[in-house]
């Protein structure tokens, strides 16, 4: 570290109360002042305090005009109450943004990049988010773990285990061309067909065996699946909308590490805070080799 100090002699005038010095260098406004090194260092030690606005915007406008956004949205603590954060994401997680909220719903996205999102959304089953883009990719991951839970307490139906099968057929055959090769016309359309069966078979054996009034997530899933069949299997239609919502979840498990060793935030700023520099720091990460230079470079700007 480097440190220089500037000294001035101080004159008083007896008469007019004034004191006088000489002018001191550009720059040097306060009593201590730090350039983008010791910002930047301050900054990554504190695991994100504070970043350019410009910086951000730009990274908003840049989900803004993307084809595909994960989106996702996680519990967060102040002075012990409830608050939340949502994260925005392009596919590839070089666009990240969060955002700290107070409250869940369409008051939550207000002021997110989802709120004037015109693309295609990727989440789990969020109604909230279904008001906004204009198509949307269900969390298939999720799906499978619904399907399992469901196999495990519904042992008696067969429709669980068969969709879960066929999930991991579609997006085998899906990712066996991720290099961005058109999927065969009819082999999409025997998909859609086998699992509009799965679920009349679903409707089938709950009529035979009616869903218990204590586990009620399977039936659910079967009318979830069926009303929102499009959004389910949206992958094997478009090649840019992936089959899961794990970059959102991604994101949101760094700011989780943070909560966790912070318990709880002292003030919603706090939070808010810590949400502006997140995303700035995940796209810093993935487009510079030194993180600490690129975080001084912004300072300095």
């Not at 570290?1 to 001035?8: P, Q, W």
């Not at 550009?26 to 910086?55: H, R």
């Not at 009349?200 to 899933?221: C, F, Q, T, V």
């Not at 939070?271 to 230079?293: A, D, F, H």
Request: net charge negative; charged share 25%.
């Amino acid at each position: 570290m480097n440190v220089t100090e500037y000294k001035a002699d101080v004159y008083y005038n007896s008469t007019t109360g004034e004191r006088i010095h000489a002018a001191f260098p550009s720059g040097v406004v306060d009593d201590v002042n730090y350039d983008g090194s010791i910002k930047a260092l301050l900054f990554l030690l504190n695991t994100d305090c504070a970043v350019s606005i410009t910086e951000q915007k730009k990274i908003f406008a840049d989900l803004l005009s993307s084809a595909v956004m994960h989106t996702d949205c996680t519990n967060a603590r102040v002075n012990g109450e409830s608050a939340y954060v949502y994260v925005c994401a392009t596919p590839d997680e070089q666009k990240v943004l969060y955002f700290a909220r107070k409250k869940k719903g369409h008051e939550g996205v207000k002021g997110t990049v989802t709120e004037d999102f015109q693309g295609i959304l990727v989440h789990d089953h969020e109604i909230t988010f279904y008001k906004y883009g204009n198509a949307h990719q269900e969390c298939l991951a999720h799906v499978q773990r619904y399907l399992k839970g469901s196999m495990e307490n519904e042992p008696s139906l067969t429709w669980h285990r068969k969709m879960r099968e066929l999930i991991r057929e579609m997006v085998h055959y899906r990712n066996e061309h991720a290099d961005g090769a058109h999927l065969d016309s009819k082999i999409v359309s025997d998909f859609e067909g086998k699992y509009q069966e799965i679920l009349e078979k679903a409707g089938e054996e709950y009529i035979l065996h009616e869903p218990s009034p204590y586990y009620r997530d399977g039936y659910n899933l079967y009318l979830r699946m069926q009303e929102y069949k499009t959004q389910h299997l949206l992958f094997l239609h478009d090649m840019r909308v992936t089959t899961t919502n794990n970059t959102a979840e991604r994101c949101l498990r760094d700011y989780k590490r943070k909560q966790t060793f912070a318990m709880t935030f002292r003030s919603f700023e706090s939070i808010e805070e810590l949400c502006q520099s997140k995303g700035v720091l995940l796209g810093v990460r993935k487009n510079n080799p030194s993180l600490y230079t690129a975080v001084k470079e912004i300072f300095n700007r």
